[in-house]
């Protein structure tokens, strides 16, 4: 089963999912009317490597809160991805038992490769 997390206010996730043009085996889930859950972000560390690979570091609240100079390590990401949705890097596409993170354009041809395949 593939899916997406994603979240349906941002314009940036809602043309990705255009362009993904997920099947009917796509699970697509919302995370910000349905936020991650603990286990489901420990599935997404373990393959991603790190909570870090998963921050979003160009979120308004980690600017707003000087997160930048706090020098915060994998616990202190973990914390932020469990405590507000915008901290994640979105969307977050797991296809094929890969993890695509984020919204280059060559992120997201790779997700969508692997979704169609």
Same mark, same amino acid.
Request: proline share 4%; glycine share 8%.
């Given at each position: 089963?593939?899916?997406?997390?994603?979240?349906?206010?941002?314009?940036?996730? @809602?043309?990705? #999912?255009?362009?993904?043009?997920?099947?009917? +085996?796509?699970? %697509?889930? $919302?995370? *910000?009317?349905?936020? &991650?859950?603990?286990?489901?972000?420990?599935?997404?560390?373990?393959?991603?490597?790190?909570?870090?690979?998963?921050?979003?570091? @160009?979120?308004? #609240?980690?600017?707003?809160?000087?997160?930048? +100079?706090?020098? %915060?390590? $994998?616990? *202190?990401?973990?914390? &932020?991805?469990?405590?507000?949705?915008?901290?994640?890097?979105?969307?977050?596409?797991?296809?094929?038992?890969?993890?695509?993170?984020?919204?280059?354009?060559?992120?997201?041809?790779?997700?969508?490769?692997?979704?169609?395949t």
């Open positions: 089963m593939n899916k997406i997390y994603y979240l349906s206010s941002c314009d940036t996730c @809602r043309r990705i #999912l255009h362009e993904l043009a997920p099947g009917p +085996d796509t699970e %697509l889930q $919302d995370i *910000g009317a349905d936020p &991650l859950s603990g286990k489901q972000l420990a599935e997404l560390h373990r393959l991603a490597g790190s909570y870090e690979a998963l921050l979003n570091k @160009r979120a308004r #609240l980690y600017a707003q809160r000087g997160l930048k +100079d706090k020098g %915060l390590d $994998d616990a *202190g990401f973990k914390a &932020l991805l469990l405590e507000h949705y915008t901290f994640l890097k979105r969307p977050v596409v797991l296809a094929g038992g890969q993890l695509f993170i984020g919204n280059s354009p060559k992120t997201v041809a790779a997700a969508r490769e692997a979704l169609h």
